[in-house]
């Protein structure tokens, strides 16, 4: 046993971190897999659900699949990893240095290779493992949070090009849509149609959060967020809800008054989650 194999972090097979990162209180999967909870009416029977599977599916839309997703941005938005792991070298033959392979993957085998074997693989694997103990759907959908995340680190490095809409797809379609699977509301049901519009405007939503945020006074983002605004007013009118769209409105009133006054929007986020919340629980009574 060498030295090495003595550290601190030695007890575990696999090594995991976890941190609160950014404010808690703004749309992230994990409070869309909440949103989706009160959509499908957890407020009418919150003794008939199961707190345990609640818990799981929690965990793997915002941790695991944060996890995965985090992998399109690489280094930069990774904890820093051990001297000696970081220079750990993974041995293949076909990626020595300059073999044709290294040299079109770009490896710096010394930097890119330890990154994939000691980090993104683990992810993915234990991240598809929980995915399997609550199904296909998750089991699918997890798939697409991996695609998710090699098309983001391709459009992050080819591109030069945020994936903001699929930032919003991992962030609220993907979680959104397997609570409301996971909770009984599938394609077939009476009321998938209305769900699947609520969660497609907040991902629009979303994703003109991202831009506003991102760019500054972007009009495509703007123009994002006025279209989920008006579309989910009109879900609400429709469903015959004018009290929830009152107290969706006022919370709407702050971001169109900072983009009336050209002011950032960064500080919307509490309010853009209060929103989300009360329009799933508006739903959630409503139908």
Do not use: C
Request: charged share 10%.
């Amino acid at each position: 046993m060498s030295r090495d194999d003595v550290a601190l972090g030695s007890s575990a097979t696999l090594n995991a971190q976890i941190w609160l990162g950014l404010f808690p209180w703004r749309p992230t999967a994990g409070w869309a897999a909440i949103a989706s909870m009160l959509a499908a009416g957890f407020l009418n029977r919150p003794l008939d659900w199961s707190w345990q599977t609640l818990a799981l599916l929690l965990l793997l839309v915002d941790l695991f699949w944060g996890s995965v997703w985090r992998l399109a941005a690489g280094r930069s938005e990774l904890l820093p990893l051990g001297d000696r792991v970081a220079r750990h070298e993974v041995w293949l033959p076909y990626m020595k240095p300059n073999s044709p392979a290294a040299q079109l993957l770009g490896a710096d085998a010394a930097s890119s290779l330890p990154l994939l074997f000691r980090v993104a693989l683990p992810t993915v694997a234990v991240t598809v493992g929980v995915s399997l103990t609550l199904g296909a759907s998750a089991f699918w959908m997890t798939g697409a949070v991996v695609v998710a995340s090699l098309l983001g680190w391709i459009s992050l490095r080819a591109l030069q090009t945020p994936p903001a809409l699929l930032h919003s797809m991992v962030t609220i379609a993907l979680p959104w849509s397997l609570g409301l699977i996971h909770w009984g509301i599938a394609p077939g049901h009476p009321d998938w149609s209305a769900q699947l519009v609520l969660l497609s405007l907040w991902t629009i939503h979303n994703w003109g959060e991202g831009r506003t945020m991102r760019f500054g006074r972007d009009w495509l983002g703007i123009g994002l967020l006025a279209v989920a605004d008006i579309g989910i007013g009109l879900l609400l009118i429709v469903a015959q809800a004018p009290l929830w769209l009152a107290l969706i409105s006022i919370l709407w009133i702050p971001t169109w008054i900072s983009v009336y006054l050209g002011r950032p929007l960064q500080r919307m986020n509490f309010w853009w989650l209060l929103a989300m919340l009360i329009s799933g629980a508006a739903l959630g009574q409503i139908l």
